[in-house]
């Protein structure tokens, strides 16, 4: 186990991903890696992306990992599937999408199902979130579908919660309803090459602040949404290591 952790510190890519499988499935190594990883305080900036399904979070996920790249930051992605029929092949089109990536050694993209339990992306994510830590990542992306109880456990694990909807009065008052705003420190309407796109930036932007606009496909009000992002992160950047990876795998929070 400790030669595992040296090699996660080295930023292994396989010792990453073997770490990361390991703390799925066996309560005794999350004790153990625990160990290891205890008092560490120096992390990096855990990013939430959530939104309805089809809003654009993995593209816009992809044209971050540029952004942060070209400023020479480490990026690792945690791309959370919470199994539901409503989110069905969203895998297979993350894995297409992000596959550019695979060559990059500063980059680590990673698919985690969870398997629709209480609390499972809390517990799964967050183990995933400090091996990645360890392993030096600077920003840490997570990726989730914003229904359910998932909206609220990413509040939980991120430093900063991006909250994405796409152009249409129908997803901004459903997600209006599912609380998911409230959970947003940054608010991004992607598509925003969509006819209604004006429309809706513009009712939104008299119900909260701020509003960003994206053409996640062009690469468009991404460097604004980087620099947003590394702004707020530099106001919440107190904020501890996720705290339990030592709760043995039951999920517990302390
Ligand atoms: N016109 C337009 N299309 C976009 C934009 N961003 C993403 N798309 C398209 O929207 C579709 C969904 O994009 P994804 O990035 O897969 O969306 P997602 O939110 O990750 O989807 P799920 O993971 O399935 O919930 C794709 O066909 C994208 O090419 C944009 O800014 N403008
Ligand atoms: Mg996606």
């Not at 969870?114 to 392993?135: D, E, K, N, P």
């Amino acid at each position: 186990m400790a030669a595992l952790v040296a090699r996660i510190r080295a930023g292994e890519l396989r010792a990453i991903s073997r770490a990361i499988s390991f703390m799925e499935s066996d309560p005794e190594a999350v004790s153990t890696l625990a160990q290891h990883f205890k008092g560490e305080t120096n992390h990096g900036v855990v990013v939430g992306i959530t939104g309805y399904p089809g809003v654009g979070k993995s593209t816009v996920v992809d044209r971050l990992i540029d952004a942060f790249r070209v400023d020479g930051k480490r990026v690792g992605v945690l791309a959370v599937d919470i199994s539901s029929p409503l989110t069905g092949g969203a895998l297979l089109g993350d894995r297409v999408r992000m596959q550019r990536h695979a060559l990059d050694e500063g980059v680590y993209i990673r698919s985690m199902a969870t398997r629709g339990h209480a609390g499972g992306l809390a517990r799964s994510t967050c183990h995933a979130i400090t091996v990645l830590s360890a392993a030096g990542y600077d920003l840490i992306l997570v990726e989730t579908v914003g229904v359910g109880q998932e909206v609220g456990e990413i509040t939980t694990l991120a430093d900063v919660v991006v909250v994405i909807v796409a152009p249409g009065l129908g997803d901004e008052i459903q997600a209006m309803k599912a609380g998911l705003f409230e959970v947003a420190h940054l608010v991004v309407v992607n598509k925003a090459d969509h006819p209604e796109a004006q429309a809706t930036i513009a009712t939104l932007r008299r119900w909260i602040q701020p509003v960003l606009a994206t053409v996640a496909v062009k690469g468009e009000g991404i460097p604004e949404l980087k620099e947003a992002i590394l702004s707020l992160a530099s106001q919440s950047s107190a904020s501890p290591v996720p705290s339990d990876v030592s709760a043995g795998g039951d999920g517990a929070t302390t």
